[in-house]
């Protein structure tokens, strides 16, 4: 007997016997989850019976339901656009409903499904149709890809498979053709790729300089990089910040910013208390890897001038976020380190010492020994600001253990500077201590001298040379015992022997 012909034994039949279809739910038998055991009118129920409510959720995910969705999106949106969109409609319930799973588990699994190749395709197809569904989709594709930009900051695998080039390369180009309001959502996705160092290098390869400069460019006429500050544009809060983390990307990279004035833009917004802190961050990127074109340029009197008034006119935290760079850059370029140290700069660092929390405390006083380490004119520094008084008094009364050690330490960077006390007594033509007098070092005699001031016959008489001479001074000088018994020793007595 055929196996399709055998008859349903009794455990088949206690399960499935007298069932019937089930119109709420489509139900045709009792679900098994590797089966196909759901009837549908319509594509749209799928993602209505199972994606919208957790426990279908759950069961839809164990029969590689998403595998389902993800085969659905790779179709073509011309031909087939009711099930692209059902499918888009389906991932996107995916993450908006509320479960115990995690986006980041559910981004990691439509990894494992392959997504991201069909999603981006999805996004460029879309934006060359004019179809009614085609603004909403757009939208919707936007937000999944800004879901999986967000996880790339904590899971490696999704970081790995959004930070392809084909991956990458899409997202710009999409940048290129997207519309205000869908811009803006695009370059939150791309920053957060950009705040990834590994990812770096992807998006240089991209031409994500070209890309970024050109959308902020296009509204403005002026100077290159004023024309990018200035600009009223919302993608500047954007694009910016990703223009200060390709610094960091690679000595191409570096190339291209030096090509489209890239130093200048980052010195221009040392002015905006929004972009300063990124700014000086991505100079200090800079500056070890090409330190005497960089420090060239930063020791000019415009520069020196701008990242004067930024450390000056800082505020808040954007005032603590800055020390940190401010002190790498300072113990790399030593020209650079002299041309900052002005009045306004000891000032502000002579306020600030007594801020409230002891990390800027500490990196204050270490801006402030390096710059006493390197200073030509220090002596005239320390005496004017009273910076010698004011690290002693930290030393003594400041709460933290670790400014109190470095300011303890820090004195000796300054005493070279301070002017002994013998010496202005000195200038004022008071009597000097004998503490005080510094004596010249003598010089020492050698053998033949000594022995030619003793005589052949001292040393067997057993004569003694009288009083040592005595310096001009008056300071009786005393010579070593050792310088003595050299001519102690008999000469002739060994040469008799022989």
């Given amino acids: 007997m055929s196996q399709a012909n055998k008859p349903q034994e009794f455990e088949t039949l206690r399960l499935h016997a007298s069932q019937v279809l089930d119109f709420t739910t489509n139900a ?50 011309t031909d087939q656009t009711e099930l692209v969109v059902d499918a888009l409609n389906g991932i996107g319930s995916v993450f908006e409903l509320q479960t115990p799973t995690t986006k980041n588990d559910f981004c990691h699994m439509f990894i494992l499904e392959g997504l991201l190749d069909p999603l981006s395709s999805a996004l460029l197809n879309v934006m060359g149709n004019s179809s009614p569904n085609a603004i909403e989709m757009k939208h919707k594709i936007i937000q999944i890809l800004l879901v999986f930009s967000q996880v790339t900051q904590s899971d490696i695998h999704v970081r790995n498979a959004m930070g392809t080039w084909k991956i990458v390369r899409r997202l710009l ?47 403005k006429t002026g100077p290159h990089n004023t024309r990018v500050i200035e600009t009223s544009s919302p993608l500047k809060q954007f694009a910016l910040p990703i223009l200060c983390d390709l610094a960091s990307a690679g000595k191409s990279c570096r190339y291209l910013l030096w090509q489209h004035d890239g130093l200048a833009l980052y010195l221009k917004l040392l002015e905006d208390p929004y972009f300063q802190v990124s700014a000086l961050e991505a ?67 002579i306020d600030r010492l007594n801020h409230s929390r002891a990390v800027v405390r500490l990196n204050l006083l270490r801006i402030l020994r390096t710059v006493c380490d390197v200073h030509p004119n220090r002596a005239m520094s320390v005496e004017r600001y ?48 004998k503490s005080g007098l510094i004596v010249p070092k003598k010089a020492r005699r050698t053998a033949s001298e000594t022995s030619a001031m003793m005589g052949p016959n001292s040393s067997l008489l057993g004569l003694s040379m009288g009083p040592p001479p005595t310096s001009r001074t008056g300071i009786e000088r005393t010579y070593s015992s050792s310088r003595h018994r050299l001519g102690d020793i008999s000469w002739q007595s060994h040469g008799g022997q022989r």
């Fill in 28 to 77: 045709h038998a009792v679900p098994i989850y590797a089966s196909m055991s759901f009837v549908f009118n319509d594509s749209n129920l799928t993602t209505q019976t199972f994606v919208k409510i957790v426990l279908t959720l759950q069961n839809f995910i164990l029969c590689r339901g998403l595998k389902v969705l993800v085969d659905l999106l790779d179709e073509d949106y």
């Fill in 386 to 433: 009273r910076l010698h008084e004011m690290v002693m008094k930290l030393s003594k009364d400041d709460g933290a253990v670790l400014v109190r050690e470095l300011a303890r330490e820090t004195p000796p960077a300054l005493a070279p500077a301070l002017k002994p006390v013998g010496n202005r007594s000195l200038l004022k033509g008071h009597d000097t201590p």
């Fill in 173 to 219: 180009r999409a940048c290129e053709l997207l519309e205000m309001e869908c811009l803006v959502q695009m370059l939150k996705a791309v920053k957060h790729l950009s705040m990834n160092a590994n990812l770096l290098e992807v998006l240089q390869n991209t031409n994500a300089i070209e890309i970024l400069i050109k959308l902020l460019d296009e509204e």
């Fill in 283 to 349: 100079i200090l990127s800079w500056l070890p890897d090409e330190t005497a074109k960089i420090e060239y340029e930063l020791v000019s009197s415009e520069s020196l001038e701008a990242l004067l008034k930024c450390f000056v006119t800082a505020k808040a935290n954007s005032f603590e976020n800055l020390l940190d760079p401010l002190l790498k850059i300072c113990r790399i370029s030593t020209p650079l380190t002299i041309g900052l140290a002005k009045s306004q700069f000891f000032k502000r660092i």
